[in-house]
Structure formats: C-alpha cells, structure tokens
C-alpha cells in the first residue's frame, strides 16, 4: 500500500502550500490515489475545480494529509465518483461551475446549477467562459431533472420542498414508499448556491473572510477559524497565544449552542416539546453569554485572519462562567429525562440506522461519524492549537441510529462545558491580533520564491470537519478559495439510513443528521 | 418528567417584557401599508417562513423567538407551516436565483391581504453575496416588500420589535374609520 507521501513526491511539488503538501500529478498517480480511495485504505477530504485543475485532498492510511492536483487536458480528467462515490456530487458540482468534465461518472445530471443563473459554468476560464455567456439559458429545472427510478408494484413517490413546512432551508426529498416504508430517498440541493467561491475570487482577505462566516450560519466560528488558518497557514503568519485561546472558546461556545438546540428539536420531532423548550432555553443562555463574551449573539466576524475581533472581558468571562455552571446543573436532568422516557427511546432507538462501512467510506465527520463508529476528530488529528493542551475525549458509539447521534451529542455538550472551562482557567494575556496586511508575503501576495502562497486548514466544527483551501495572489487578494462542508459526505448517508424506515420517521432522522444547506450549496 | 412539570408550575416565568416597537420600522410601515383590506387580521398573525438563501443565520433567530425567553405565541404571532395558512412572508436570503421561482410560488399560495417582511442584511439588498451571478439581490427585487427587518442576523428582539410593528400598524388601519 502506498503513502501519500509517495504520491506526493512522484508528482512536481507546489512550491508554497502550507501546512500540508500539494502536488501536480499525471493521470496515472491519480488513478493510483483513486484505487486507494476505492479499496477503502484512503478517505477523500475534498475534491473541488479551477478553471483548468482539479484537485484533490486525501487523508491516507497513517492519517497523513496531503492534495493532488490533475490539469485537465481539454477540461476533462479520468471520473474519481465512478470508483469512489463519495466523489460524484463533488464532481458534479465543479461540472457545473467550471464546466470540467469527469471521465466515467455514472451520474452527468447538474447538481448545483438548476438552470437559472442565466450563465453556464460561471467560473469557467478563458474560451469555456466566453462560450458560456453566450450559451442561451437552461430549460426550467425541476421540469427536465430526471430523480432515479424505482419500479415495482404499489410504490409511490411523495415530493417534498424546496419550500418545507417549518423554518428551515429549502431543498427537496423525493420519496419513494411502499406504504409506509421508504425504499428510496433522493435529495436534489444547490436551491441555496450563492456562488460564495466566484464572489471570494479577486477579494481581498477582509471581504473573503466575511464571506467565509456566511458560508453556514449555524457554523459561522468554525467557518472563520478555517478561513483564518488557511490563510495564516499561507502567510506564515503566528496567530498571537491569547487569539489562539479565545477562538477556541468560542468554538467550544458554537458546539454547545448547537448541539443544546438540536437535541431539543431531535426530541420535538419525536413529539416531546418539554425536552425542545428546556434545551432551548439552555441554547439561549449560551448565545446571551457568547453575546456577552464577545458582542454578537453567534460570534459573526470575531474570529478573523490574524486573530480575534474581540478581547474578553471581566464581565464576559463571568457570562461564560455563570451559564457553564447553570448548563452544569440542568443538563443531567435533561439527559435523564431523555434516557428514561420511554415513548421517546421508542422512536429514537434502532431508527435511521447508518452503517459503519458506509460512514468509513464517506468519510463522514462529526456526530454521524461517531454515531457509527468513525473515530476522527480534527480537534485531536490533525489537531490544532490549543486542543493539543486541553483535556477532551471523543465519544464513539456503533449503533448507527438516531439515539446514538444523539448521545454522542450528549457526550459532546459535556465535553465541550470541560473544554470551555479549561480554557477560561488558563486564558493566556497578551495581545489578540496581528495586522496580517502588514505580513510582509501579503503586501506583495508574492513569496520569496515568486510564486503566490497557498494555505490549508481543517477545522472541526459541531457538525463535524471543515476543509477551507485557498491561494493568495499579488496585491494579497484571494485568487481562489475552496471550502469544504461536512454535510457533502453526510447527505448522502441520509439517504440511506432513512432507507427501510418509516416517511414518519424522516424528520426524526433527517434532525439527527441535521446536515447543513447552505454550507453544502455555498 | 413529573419533577420537570411540577418544577415549571413553581419555577418563575422566563419570558421577559416585550420590546417596544421599533420607530424606523414603524415609519417604514406607514408608508408601505396603506392598503384597504386589512380589518381580517383581527389580533393575530400568522408567519410563513420562508429561507430564499440564507445561510441559516436568519433562521436561527427565528426560531429563538419561539423559545421561552421571547415566546412570540403571547402576542398572537405564531408560524404555520403552509404559506395558505400566512398573512406575512417573512423572507431571508439573498434570494438565490435556484429559489426566485419557488419564492414567487409560495407568494402566489399565499392569501390576501398578505405581507412580505424581509429579514436580514441580504433580504434588504443581497448583503455580502449582492453580485453573485448566482442571486438576485434582495427580496425586493422578487416580491413587493412591506418591511425590512436589517441586520445580520438581527437578534430575536429587533424581529420582535418589526412584527410589532407590523400587528400595530396593521391594527391602528383596521380601527380607524372608513369614509
Ligand atoms: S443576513 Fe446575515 S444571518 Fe441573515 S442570511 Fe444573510 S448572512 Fe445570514
């Protein structure tokens, strides 16, 4: 079995892509890192497009991390999707936004491009693009998207969205049931696709990293911290110890809100309101106190290249202090009434089960992952400071089902009151912000060697890790920036943990996945 | 569960002192509502929401206004889930092109009198992602837009203080004499 390291080194290295190695590779090394991938001794973090390049970032079998990159003679390359699917909703996007054309892949319908943005592959390059303004538009999209058959006797379809019946983001659920059973789920997304990459290229950093916040609101920490260490990554630039300390708290303040909060609604889809109204009464005092903390209730925009926006005061660490300890008493009795209530466990237990061959072969992060048995957790591997000097454990369950997500998540609120008070009991002093314009690579956006920088970071965020990739050109503008959602390897297994159980039960699954639109549409 | 029912019977209430309503988005009103058929709304308001793009931020807040702290339901502000059961679309997003269509189909669904509240910094003109070949910038640009709630995302109490506005508004109409 190879190494990526390997791979890496049989391609021509990129000069400047830090903190992991990039390479540019012939077909052949990439057809090699596809059988790895296929025979499961590899897992794909993230598979995204230039005009001319696709690139791959891959996370081998001793959890070494690196990207390989493919220039596409005449915008096609051999299909990664076809012998790993995992890939395929990744290729089919870039399909769409670059009009890069995938070898092999079984599945050629447009993902994100639903037919109305009035241009054909938008961030398409040189005579692709001129050919694209020009294209007429698409036909209406739901009516010539083709969803995947399923035949037999007494099935029907049941459509559901882009529009659902809650506050909630829009996508549609094509059904297929037998009765009551569901045989086969179909997702069709992209309804949320605000074209975040082509607005982020040409940016400057500042611009970007709002951009980068918005990506998922429910994730806006996590999204920024990736950002911000993508590009300190490429810079070279040290982030101040305190900044370090501060965008950990947060982090950890994120994963608590949203985790309170949706156990609460993963038991309100299973009609126990009292469970909803109490956890959601504990995420409201998390938000006050991160809004407290640092002037914003979700933390928007505090976390930025270089630093935080915001220090922490006196009265801010009290906020925190006061609603760890609160969480600290009510929570266990909430876990109890979770645990003990019978005509809850009834819906939760054996429901939506998910494999744990499936959740390794789709790499799956977060809660879905662990639920099933994936032990990776980018706080410990590849890890970033200052977890590496924090106490934590990573929950692991087998089960699969919604009951495991939702311990695990359960695991998690706890760990992350541990972690939160751990960082408060050692916040370090100092100052929490360096200029990063004034880093002497990004004046120029040029490194000694006269290339342009690239950096690279993973993050974990409450819905498990978030891959953010970019390259920083002249002026210190983005030239271009990927990041990754772990909703693209999650919404898939939706799809098949829902399969065999009840169309009732969906929101009940579907809740305790509780995969991200607009981090996957972007 | 029956410590957790008895404790909530001895427990004092959450919910706190509401908001007044907001002056800007009052002024706002007055110019955008002043249309006939406004008296069936009686004392209540029911809220289709409705994400046309947003990246979820929006949306969280939203649904904070129904947690124990802010519990819309006392005002007779409550969300359904069917745009025909709606007298006010409340709006996020940029309005991504991929969603313009079902916007507007959900607006159709929706019964008069009916109010389009557009909620967030990109509701209002497409926020950060005005530009994009992908959006259309703002639900203005889609559907006739009665107030705009800014903010990014606005908290649960400026949301609070717009709808109040709104129920006030749309009630001084109702009162006041016909000729
Ligand atoms: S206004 Fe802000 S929070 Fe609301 S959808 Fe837009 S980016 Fe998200």
Redesign the interface.
Known sequence: MPALTDLIEAGRPVEQHAPWRRAVVAPKIWNLAVEQLAAGHWSLLGLWAEPDTVHMALLDAVRDIGVISLKCAGGRYPSVGQRHPPALRLERAAADLFGLLPQGLPDTRRWLDHGQWGVSHPLAAGALAAEASAAPAHAPAMASYRFLPAEGESLHQIPVGPVHAGIIEPGHFRFTASGEIVVRLEERLGYVHKGIEGLMAGSPVERAAKLAGRTSGDSTVAYSLAFARAVEAALGVEVPLRAVWLRALMAELERLANHLGDIGAICNDAAFVLMHAHCGVLRERVLRASDAAFGHRLMRDRIVPGGVASDLSEEGTAAVRSVVTEIRQRFPHLVELYDNTASLQDRTVATGRLKPALVRQYAAGGYVGRASGREFDARRSPGYPPYDELAFDVPLLQEGDVNARVWIRIREVEQSLSLTEQILQRLPGGPIRVDVAGASVAQTGVTKTGGPCEGMALVEGFRGDILAWLRIGEGGMIECCHLRDPSWFQWPLLEAAIEGNIVADFPLCNKSFNCSYSGHDL | ?R???FEGLTRLP?TERPPKASQTAIDELARGLDGAARKRLGRSLSIR????????????????L????YDVERFGIR?V???RHADVLLVT??V???????LK??YDATPNPKWVVALGDCGRNG???A?????VGGVSEVLPVDLHIPG??P?PIEILKGLLALLERVNAKTAAPRG
């Open positions: 569960m410590k957790h029912l959450l929401a409705v994400d046309a793009g947003s990246c979820n931020g929006c949306e969280l807040e939203m649904h904070a129904n947690n124990a702290f969300f889930a069917s745009p997003g940029p991504t092109k991929n969603m313009r269509e079902a189909w959900t926020g950060c992602f530009g994009s070949y992908a959006v990014c995302p908290s």
